[in-house]
């Protein structure tokens, strides 16, 4: 599947849905439902708006949105086919949570979509391991219930349990503890493997170095870069105001500087401290 | 000061079922302190920030915010302590009443019958400090995720209450606005020139933001698992991740390189200035 943006303009509408949006002004881009991508871009640069833009929430002043070249607000476009397709979880676990218990809220989606009732069984422990929750405790529980962190691995499971061949996230780490992170990642990892893609936007710049192959920056509702992540590191001294090297890359280059020779393979935290493991310990 | 007392919230829910959020907990927290709680995703740490301004109550055990017991019986004391104690919550939506940013920050000052040229010039610098100049005629519901917790902090900071709670406002904060919200929090922590010091609570998941304050405090299941001074807690990297919590990098690495006999001394020579 390939979703395509050609100019897109969208102004929030002061009248309109009380979902938290900021302005879109003039923005192109083309990506394969396949690809990991990383969205970024100060609060407010239009992140959120631009993943709501995708799936058909909002819809755009001007210019198109197109998958697989079909005009997703044309006439005959069926967007809720294209919403079974395409799983965003929201930034406010609150927006997507509203079944009685955890277990009927994870099944909601896949239910909508008319699937055995077995099969659905099935799904609904498979995202709740997948997000780190324990069926034995949380399948019964209200959703009044959870803490904040319990209720986002909630709204992701239930995203999850759709198996969507595209996959937005909107801050999907923000108040996860350190095992919660742990299972995003592991959640990432086992899309890309299955052949699924994901636009994930986030500031958790480590997550996104080890989760995506390529970013897209935002800065005031425009597309204002667009690169591999590789690349990333340049674009930290091309864009100092909007990107900047993570905790582990000025370590990195720190500890480079006081003669330890960190080899250029070294860029995630995890590698790092593997590395610093098997350091030779120096003679006195 | 705040004082627990062995104290237990068990939450019963219709069908009866009891979890206990918060098992046995005693401690003090004394004028002036700064101190950061963290712990696992459900763990007690927004239990435990409802507790000391009187949004829930404990089911055994007792709470004092100084000589003030927090009790469902007593609206009066309740109104006194919410006043005494500032809250800015994990997620700002459910806290907004008004229909302008400006008129948001300038809310609580307006129920306090303050003077309006006071009044102006607070919510002025709260708009100038959190980067919502540009906003102040927006309803808070149009804003975006990271200004909606920026809007949420200054309401409560321009009230300027004596102890301040954090509960995760930087989760979903970009780097410069994070540096900003820890600069407002040091800012008002060395803020000497009123008499009575401000206490400061930050509950977060980012393990560098203890290194601003100076006491960390792990909850485990309910309970207090860990309590000093982060510098030394956080070298305890084998204890931390039992509850969840991973060391900044710094931490870790120098773990490390201490085991293999690196000549360093301090942690704080793999810190560049500033910490975030
Ligand atoms: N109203 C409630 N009824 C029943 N159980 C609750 C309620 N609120 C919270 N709990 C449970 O109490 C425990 C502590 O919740 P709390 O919100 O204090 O955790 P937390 O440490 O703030 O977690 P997080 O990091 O996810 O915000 C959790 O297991 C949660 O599921
Ligand atoms: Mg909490």
Known sequence: ?284 | MLTFDDVTVVYKNVSGQAKTAIDGISLRIRPGEFVTIMGANGSGKTTFARLCNGLIFSTSGSVCVDDVAVRPDDPKAILEIRRRVGMVFQNPDHQFVSTTVEREIAFGLENLGMDREVMRTRVAEMLERFDLKSARMKAPHQLSGGQKQRLAIASVLVMRPRYLIFDEPAAVLDMRHRRALMQAMLDLFHHTSTNTPHTLINITQHPEEALFSNRLIILHQGKIVLDGPPEKLLLQEDTLVRFDIRPPVEFSAFIRLKKNKFPLTSVDELFLSPIL
Not at chain 1, 19 to 27: C, N, Q, R, T
Request: glycine share 8%; net charge negative.
């Open chain 1, 1 to 284: 599947m390939r979703i395509t943006f050609q100019d897109v303009f969208y102004t929030y509408n002061i009248t309109g849905p009380a979902l938290p949006s900021a302005h879109i002004d003039g923005v192109s881009f083309s990506v394969d439902s396949r690809e990991t991508i990383g969205l970024v871009g100060a609060n407010g640069a239009g992140k959120t708006t631009l993943l709501q833009l995708i799936t058909g929430l909002e819809k755009p002043d001007r210019g198109q949105i197109t998958v697989d070249g079909a005009d997703i607000h044309g006439p005959d476009y069926e967007l809720s086919a294209l919403r079974s397709r395409i799983g965003l979880v929201f930034q406010s676990p609150e927006f997507q949570l509203f079944e009685p218990t955890v277990s009927e809220d994870i099944a909601f989606g896949p239910r909508n979509l008319g699937w055995a009732e077995e099969r659905v069984h099935r799904l609904v422990s498979s995202a709740l391991q997948a997000v780190g929750l324990d069926a034995a405790i949380f399948a019964g529980k209200s959703i009044y219930e959870l803490s904040e962190g319990e209720k986002r691995r909630v709204a992701i499971a239930g995203i999850l349990a759709m198996e969507p061949a595209f996959m937005l996230f909107d801050e999907p780490t923000a108040g996860l503890d350190d095992s919660g992170r742990q299972h995003i990642t592991a959640i990432l990892h086992g899309q890309k493997a299955a052949g699924k893609g994901y636009i994930v936007a986030s500031h958790d710049m480590e997550l996104l170095l080890e989760t995506v192959s390529r970013f897209i920056v935002l800065e005031n509702g425009r597309l204002l870069a667009d690169f591999p992540t590789g690349e990333f590191a340049q674009y930290c001294e091309k864009l100092p105001h909007i990107l900047e090297p993570t905790r582990c890359m000025r370590l990195v280059s720190l500890l480079r500087d006081k003669g330890i020779p960190i080899p250029d393979t070294v860029r995630t935290r995890d590698a790092l401290l593997d590395f610093l493991d098997d350091l030779t310990p120096q003679k006195k």
